[in-house]
């Protein structure tokens, strides 16, 4: 083997290393919560515990990269649905898929959504998802497919609102939550409405490094 090919396969391995290990850390802190150890993922894994290490030095880092995974898939399709004619129709299937993958794995928020907050990159990340959220939502009130006064962090709340309003239902029902979603787009519509009898939320920012969501007005 030449060293160009050695190095080839390092990468592959190492490729498949990280694929393994997210998979396994997902599911193992799904089921035991985030105490569970290195030392459990790396053997749910099949890999040793210093490969884990060199991959995610910290449980932190490993919590993080599971929440980017989620984060990178929606940014992702926010991006694709910037460039669709219908404005309205591409927010409202940026919604369907943001709570599609909440419904898939419903540990997710509260095992490992709200721990990976901690992480700088984690929400420079959710800033930035926020930020386009509201340039598909600004869109879809420029064509008059939604009401005048909804903001991208109404819609940003609306995913886990509507994920946990269908929640009870999903084991017997998975698909509940796209009864919810219709509902509550129904409401977004622009329509003549009475004017909302409350002030649209500040925008989100995770700058606070305690993890919790900071607001400002802008």
């Not at 396969?9 to 150890?37: I, K, P």
């Not at 939604?146 to 886990?160: H, N, P, Q, W």
């Not at 998975?174 to 409405?193: S, V």
């Amino acid at each position: 083997m030449t060293g160009r090919t050695a190095a080839v396969q390092a990468r592959a391995d190492s490729v498949r290393n990280r694929r393994l290990l997210l998979r396994a850390a997902t599911e193992a802190f799904a089921e035991c919560g985030v105490d569970v150890s290195m030392h459990t993922i790396a053997q749910r894994a099949g890999v040793a515990k210093g490969t884990v290490f060199r991959h995610f030095p910290t449980k932190d880092d490993l919590l993080a990269a599971i929440m980017m995974q989620m984060l990178d898939r929606l940014l992702e399709t926010a991006d694709r649905l910037m460039r669709a004619h219908d404005a309205g129709r591409a927010l409202k299937d940026f919604m369907a898929h943001g709570i599609s993958l909440l419904a898939a794995d419903r540990a997710f928020c509260d095992v490992i959504g709200r721990p990976s907050l901690q992480h700088a990159d984690v929400r420079e990340a959710i800033d930035r998802l926020c930020d386009t959220v509201e340039d598909l939502t600004a869109r879809a009130r420029e064509q008059g497919a939604v009401r005048a006064d909804i903001t991208g962090t109404d819609i940003v709340l609306l995913l886990g609102g509507i994920h946990q309003t269908a929640q009870p239902l999903l084991d017997r029902e998975p698909q509940a939550w796209e009864r919810f979603l219709e509902i509550a787009f129904d409401g977004l519509r622009a329509r003549d409405r009475a004017t909302l009898p409350h002030p649209p939320p500040a925008r989100l920012r995770m700058a606070d490094p305690s993890g919790v969501a900071a607001s400002t007005a802008e």
